[in-house]
């Protein structure tokens, strides 16, 4: 695209964006990110430790995270086009810049995979949601019956009321309008994380040791061990989905300062926060349960008391978790609806707009595409978590498909397009290194997670 088209792009961006009032800082991406990053995943992280043992759990961890960090610095550089700071050019989400950068081709297959990436994500969080309703009233019979009672319940009603919940929320219009709901579920995340971090250190204390070995848990074979490590490389590149929703976060900052450098010192302030929770989850996880370990730290019933924090956990989970799936299906909502506006644009079905306001919800916008849509939608990610309600499997399959390409590998071809780097320079060919190792260790963790799933499912 040549440099006029560029500016045509860019004041035609202007015009269209004027109404959009962008009031986002440093610290209200910080609350977006640590929404969206520190989500269900966080609560497998001893469980994956437990699989890989001492040295590759703290590693594995550590290495996704920076993996993501250099991720987010080029996607960064891509919200404005050409220039990374002053392009007149402003690209709204993901998919517009990988359209910009990449053409028409690369945008359709991306579209794609990103969606069905969101679409999984808000599965899992509706999975973990109802898992952790189900585990307050668990925690309340094992305190009323003992820990050796039989306290088992159907989850269909949690599963039912979380949807319902979603349903209500989906309906305004964009990120714009849900920051506060961002804002609450980053303590949320907080508090849980500190909650699970402290019940480790305790049970550790209380043990008088630390559990664990260098290799991790044991297992019959060595097909079995091969299958836990690839399914608990999954389940942690899955705590790291933050790529998907950055440049659609980034949309939300005021400038001056530039986007870009706002966006990349949220991005390290929250990746560094994220990551140091991770390592203290998932290690004291594993230090106070070792073989024990079960594949969710605060519902698999490691811990029994006290069962009054075990409750408060899991409420601030469910929290969380409400703000996390608005956070991965709003950039879904807009994609989806911004596809069917433009093939049906006088459609009175879609431009037809009336006020309406809820309790404690800002008054949005709504009209009868929205409000179908988003409501088809919730109802089919509920009915899917329904059917394949398996925490660790569910989440290290998605993980194994959203990292690779979304992470990896149309970041890099973006940056490769903006800056005009040539084949088999040192930068080219120590990108294309990286992307290769990424692919394998994506794939590898794949084959095991979908394993585990079928294994769940039908074994």
């Known amino acids: 695209m040549g440099e006029a088209s560029l500016l045509l792009h860019g004041e035609e961006e202007e015009e269209a964006e004027s109404s959009v009032n962008r009031t986002g800082n440093v610290w209200t991406a910080v609350a977006h990110i640590i929404t969206g990053v520190i989500g269900s995943g966080v609560l497998s992280l001893a469980w994956s430790v437990a699989q890989l043992g001492w040295i590759a759990g703290p590693f594995a961890i550590v290495f996704f995270a920076a993996i993501t960090l250099t991720s987010a ?62 585990a307050i009233q668990k925690s309340n019979c094992y305190h009323n019956e003992g820990h050796e009672a039989t306290c088992e319940y159907s989850d269909t009603y949690y599963y039912l009321i979380f949807g319902a919940v979603q349903i209500v929320l989906s309906q305004a219009p964009d990120f ?43 297992t019959y074979s060595t097909i079995e061990k091969m299958w836990l490590v690839s399914q608990a490389l999954g389940d942690i590149a899955f705590a790291y989905p933050y790529s998907l929703v950055l440049i659609e976060i980034q949309d939300t900052l005021k400038s001056p300062p530039s986007e870009n450098q706002t966006m990349k010192k949220a991005s390290t302030i929250s990746l ?38 075990i409750d408060f956990a899991n409420a601030c989970i469910m929290i969380h978790l409400v703000g996390g799936y608005q956070l991965f299906s709003q950039p879904f909502f807009a994609n989806a609806e911004r596809c069917i506006s433009d093939k049906y644009p006088d459609n009175i079905f879609i431009k037809n707009e009336f006020s309406l306001k809820l309790p404690l919800i800002p008054a949005f916008r709504l009209n009868l595409l929205r409000l179908c849509f988003r409501t088809f939608y919730v109802v089919f990610t509920t009915a899917i978590a329904m059917t394949f309600p398996y925490f660790n499997q569910v989440i290290g399959v998605m993980g194994a498909i959203i990292f690779w390409p979304l992470t990896i590998y149309f970041p890099v071809e973006m940056f490769f397009k903006q800056r005009n780097v040539e084949a088999w320079t040192t930068k080219w060919v120590m990108l294309r290194i ?15 997670s979908i394993e585990g799933l079928i294994s769940a499912k039908f074994g």
């Not at 950068?101 to 599965?123: P, R, V």
């Not at 994380?193 to 991790?216: H, P």
């Open 73 to 134: 610095f080029l996607l960064c550089d891509c919200y404005r086009t050409p220039d990374p700071e002053h392009g007149p050019g402003r690209n709204r989400s993901y998919s517009e810049a990988v359209a910009m950068s990449l053409g028409k081709n690369s945008a359709w297959a991306f579209g794609l995979m990103i969606q069905i990436s969101l679409c999984g994500i808000t599965i899992a969080y509706t999975i973990t949601s109802a898992i952790s309703k189900r």
């Open 176 to 218: 714009h309008n849900i920051q506060w709901l961002s804002i609450v579920a980053a303590i949320m995340s907080f508090a849980y994380s500190f909650i699970g971090f402290g019940l480790g250190i305790a049970q550790v204390i209380e043990n008088g040791y630390v559990q664990g070995s260098l290799t991790g848990i044991s």
């Open 272 to 309: 560094v926060v994220t990551t140091i929770f991770y390592l203290l989850c998932g290690g004291f996880g594993y230090a106070a349960f070792g073989e024990a370990t079960p594949g969710n730290l605060l519902t698999g019933f490691g811990f029994y008391e006290p069962y009054w924090l």
């Open 434 to 448: 990286f992307t290769i190792v990424c692919l394998l260790v994506t794939m590898f963790a794949l084959v095991g």
